[in-house]
T-cell receptor, first 113, second 111 residues
Framework: SAVISQKPSRDICQRGTSLTIQCQVD?????MFWYRQQPGQSLTLIAT?????????ESGFVIDKFPISRPNLTFSTLTVSNMSPEDSSIYLC??????????FGQGTRLTVV | DAKTTQPTSMDCAEGRAANLPCNHS???????VYWYRQIHSQGPQYIIH???NNETNEMASLIITEDRKSSTLILPHATLRDTAVYYC????????????FGQGTTLQVKP
């Protein structure tokens, strides 16, 4: 299994600012992903974080708004840029070892005011 | 990935079996059925997956119909801690870990 730590666990931010969320895995994993969960909704995949190269974004998500880094096999960051109240969500990091099971962090609860 | 349909919500009495259905009528031959759950304020947790045979682990059993168009997740003795949103996901076994979540079923286990 993998233990995934996210920081911060929650934050309240002013509109127009940016927040970087960190995701640390306790072992080297093959794949890392970022999801968004809007209030009362299911999870939506934002992107696949690729080590050493640009992330692969899902439809509706762009790099300028959600820049992602993955400098090594255990760490990734997601930045939510130029935030608006519509960005208020839980952001979750996920990782897998190329097996059937994906592991998730506890999420970062973001409120934009 | 094939689309899945799940009831929005279900109730279950504590200690009884919880049977959560999932329809996936457009499933392809190389697609597996995965189940995850999300307990309030936590990240999703893997439960079980299967291709066509019934599967059982320490958490649950997965029953897949012979035509593979539907499946049922069974929690044999539900406890209050099993109250969660349960997601049925159909995807190929490419082992990328990439998951597309539907709306899921909110299971409320009642005393």
């Amino acid at each position: 299994s993998a233990v995934i730590s996210q920081k911060p666990s929650r934050d309240i931010c002013q509109r127009g600012t940016s927040l970087t969320i960190q995701c640390q895995v306790d072992s080297q994993v093959t794949m890392m992903f970022w999801y968004r969960q809007q209030p009362g909704q299911s999870l939506t995949l934002i992107a696949t974080a690729n080590q050493g190269s640009e992330a692969t974004y899902e439809s509706g998500f762009v790099i300028d708004k959600f820049p992602i880094s993955r400098p090594n096999l255990t760490f990734s960051t997601l930045t939510v840029s130029n935030m608006s109240p519509e960005d208020s969500s839980i952001y979750l990091c996920s990782a897998s070892y190329r097996g059937p099971e994906a592991f998730f962090g506890q999420g970062t609860r973001l409120t934009v005011v | 990935d094939a689309k899945t349909t799940q009831p929005t919500s279900m109730d279950c009495a504590e200690g009884r079996a919880a049977n959560l259905p999932c329809n996936h009528s457009t499933i392809s031959g190389n697609e597996y059925v995965y189940w995850y759950r999300q307990i309030h304020s936590q990240g999703p947790q893997y439960i079980i997956h299967g291709l066509k045979n019934n599967e059982t682990n320490e958490m649950a059993s997965l029953i897949i119909t012979e035509d593979r168009k539907s499946s049922t997740l069974i929690l044999p003795h539900a406890t209050l801690r099993d109250t969660a949103v349960y997601y049925c996901i159909v995807r190929v076994a490419d082992y990328t870990g990439k998951l597309i979540f539907g709306q899921g079923t909110t299971l409320q286990v009642k005393p």
